[in-house]
């Protein structure tokens, strides 16, 4: 089983989420900024890197919110995601097609990883 981690950072009433590249599995859906733990690494270590790789920020992590396996074809993943602030920094595009922030009623509007979708589904009852 692969470890990811995954931020959910909020401004104000939208959260972060991220295209995945064209030439990545997965790709054009959205998802949370985040990836897979290194060998020694916490899953906040591994958060922390992730964000600055991907996205060119350096991240609080807070508390956990939310966590789930799911089997893909091709691979098994323990998604951690947690509640993130930004530190430092303002998103780029280092890795991603593109970011949005959006609110809860706009999540139906976007085609997620299908990891995401209990996630997405907790995030829309905390909204309401």
């Known amino acids: 089983m692969t470890e990811v981690a995954a931020a959910l950072i909020w401004d104000g009433d939208k959260f972060m989420i991220c ?29 922390v890197r992730e964000c600055m790789e991907e996205l060119g920020i350096i991240v609080a992590v807070g508390d956990e919110f939310f966590d789930i ?9 323990h998604l951690t995601l947690f509640n993130a602030t930004i530190k430092d920094g303002t998103p780029k595009l280092l890795e991603h097609k593109d970011i949005r922030w959006i609110t809860p009623a706009e999540i139906p509007g976007y085609k997620f990883c299908p990891a995401d979708d209990e996630i997405l589904k907790r995030i829309i009852e905390k909204g309401n």
Not at 39 to 44: A, D, I, L, S
Not at 69 to 77: A, L, S
């Open 69 to 77: 396996v799911h089997t893909y074809p091709d691979i098994t993943v």
């Open 19 to 47: 295209q995945r590249p064209a030439h990545k599995s997965n790709a054009l859906l959205w998802e949370f900024v985040g990836g897979k733990l290194e060998k020694g690494e916490t899953k906040e270590e591994a958060l």
